[in-house]
């Protein structure tokens, strides 16, 4: 990933470094000149992409916490990739008072989902194999090929397994409910 521009004194020819270390230039002259000035104005699009994806975009309570720390440390700036953690949200004086201990006191006494019961309970009268199965991919999130690597089987052999535990589930689920 590009993060950093050409620097203008070295755009007068343009550099292509391959993934397998093969290296590419496109050197000055008549017809070349459009073609520098175009490859490097793709690049310098990838690098503002790069730089603007590369940090998470606050959302609207975040945004909203940001401007209490802001007020709270005046003359202070937060460092410029700042996220706002849940350890920030419950470092208060009181923690008693804290509308975030609350909302998270609140989220932590929810009932618990019964589709996600009855998934577990239905995932449990699967074979051993089957479960384990279902645990690398779907929950530790293991791929495929890593899967089969472990197993010593062929990536084929587990996606087939896995879209027949699928539908057994998929059965399973819809005679219980």
């Known amino acids: 990933m590009l993060f950093r521009k050409t620097p203008t004194s070295e755009r007068g020819n ?13 050197a000055e002259g008549d017809e070349a000149a459009v073609w520098i000035k175009s490859l490097h104005s793709f690049d310098d699009a990838e690098v503002y992409n790069n730089i603007k994806n590369s940090r998470p975009q606050l959302e609207s309570w975040q945004k909203k916490a940001l401007e209490e720390w802001k007020a709270q440390h005046p003359g202070e700036e937060p460092e410029k990739n700042w996220n706002l953690s849940m350890d920030g949200l419950m470092m208060t004086e009181n923690p008693d008072t804290s509308t975030y201990a609350k909302q998270l006191a609140e989220m932590a006494a929810e009932e618990p989902d019964p589709l996600k019961e009855l998934l577990y309970e239905i995932l449990s009268r699967l074979p051993e194999d089957d479960q384990e199965l279902y645990r690398l991919y779907y929950v530790e999130g293991y791929s495929q090929e890593e899967i089969a690597e472990m197993k010593d089987v062929s990536q084929n052999t587990i996606s087939k397994k896995l879209r027949r535990i699928k539908k057994q589930l998929t059965e399973m689920c819809r005679n219980a409910v």
């Open 14 to 26: 343009y550099v292509y470094r391959f993934s397998d270390g093969m290296v590419s230039v496109i």
